[in-house]
């Protein structure tokens, strides 16, 4: 399968603990995006990262959320000391150039839950 | 703030017969839209894309129009099959706001046999 691929799927964790996503781009891809969507509501952009570097971190908020994407290896959302409004689906994206008039391939998202 | 904007939140038609999504926006810093479809427990798929020199791009089954003055633009799809029963985001890229991609709220269209 060449395309984005989230794990876990499901993760569920309780209150204060960390949860951590992750996300392989398709083969060629050095762009990555992380979206969030909460019940009912669209998708939100949260960071735009490329190897090694946070392009654009400006949906993300400012505590608790970090993401990274290596060198080596899947891009990583951490989100630390979750709350019950952590509960969402986070949807990762990849794109071969920056250039949004490129359309973004989506991995099928993590689903967070958060007792 | 909604700056992309599907006031339709679902919407229902007979198999064959033609749907019609649409979707308004407010920023004029928009140049380039595009349409995804999402079925449950799936990622979004990109459908159909337009720049905003453009006013008509088709695909196939699908058509995106674009009208700049009025701040519209609809997605048909004719004929319309029972496969093409899911979620339609519409999302348009701010030029003036790092290319981000601003989402809509999504149409859940489902196609009756």
């Known amino acids: 399968n060449a395309g984005v691929m989230q794990n876990p799927r499901h993760l569920v964790r309780r209150r204060g603990q960390e949860a951590r996503l992750r996300c392989s781009p398709m083969?060629?891809?050095?762009?990555v995006y992380w979206y969030r969507q909460l019940p009912e509501e669209g998708l939100k952009f949260m960071v735009y990262?490329?190897?090694?570097?946070?392009?654009?971190e400006s949906g993300m908020p400012k505590e608790r959320f970090s993401a990274e994407f290596p060198k080596e290896g899947p891009s990583i959302l951490r989100i630390q000391q979750v709350v019950r409004g952590d509960s969402a689906a986070y949807f990762c994206?990849?794109?071969?150039?920056?250039?949004?008039?490129?359309?973004?391939?989506f991995g099928d998202g993590t689903r967070l839950s958060i007792l | 703030d909604q700056q992309v904007k599907q006031n339709s939140p679902s919407l229902s038609v007979q198999e064959g017969r033609i749907s019609i999504l649409n979707c308004d926006y407010t920023?004029?810093?928009?140049?380039?839209f595009l349409w995804y479809k999402k079925y449950p427990a799936e990622g979004p798929t990109f459908l159909i894309s337009?720049?905003?020199i453009k006013d008509k791009n088709e695909d196939g089954r699908f058509t995106v129009f674009l009208n700049k003055s009025a701040k519209h633009l609809s997605l048909h799809i004719v004929p319309s099959q029972p496969g093409d029963s899911a979620v339609y985001f519409c999302?348009?890229?701010?030029?003036?706001?790092?290319?981000?991609?601003?989402w809509g709220l999504g149409t859940s269209l489902a196609v009756n046999p």
């Open positions: 337009i720049s905003s």
């Open positions: 083969k060629g891809h050095s762009h």
């Open positions: 990262l490329q190897k090694e570097n946070i392009i654009d």
């Open positions: 920023n004029s810093m928009f140049d380039y």
């Open positions: 999302a348009a890229v701010d030029a003036g706001n790092n290319r981000k991609l601003i």
């Open positions: 994206a990849s794109s071969r150039q920056g250039s949004l008039n490129q359309p973004q391939h």
